[in-house]
């Protein structure tokens, strides 16, 4: 993911909303990645440390149990090597 400025909540650093928003869409994409259509019913965002516009960061997520129709999923985002944010959700 590209940290554009544009979506910056201070100066040099990417707002909250975006960054929420972002690992709530990597697990729906986890999701359909695997053929399941599915909501975002329950979202718990952890910040570890500030992500840094101008930089790349990589988005990960993955589903950590499966009970159909209930999926719970985790989501992270790494920015030279630091976790910067993560994310479970239901």
């Known amino acids: 993911f590209q940290c554009d400025e544009a979506f910056e909540g201070y100066p040099g650093v990417l707002h ?7 690992l ?13 259509a599915a909501v975002t019913v329950e979202m718990t965002i952890r910040f570890r440390h500030p992500v840094k516009t101008g930089h790349e960061a990589t ?3 993955h589903i950590t149990r499966s009970s159909h129709p209930l999926y719970l999923l985790e989501a992270e985002i790494i ?5 910067k944010a993560t994310a479970k959700g239901k």
């Open 79 to 83: 920015q030279n090597g630091e976790v």
């Open 16 to 22: 909250g909303g975006v960054i929420s928003s972002i």
């Open 24 to 36: 709530d869409g990597a697990m729906g994409h986890c999701m359909f990645a695997r053929g399941q």
């Open 59 to 61: 988005v990960l997520a």
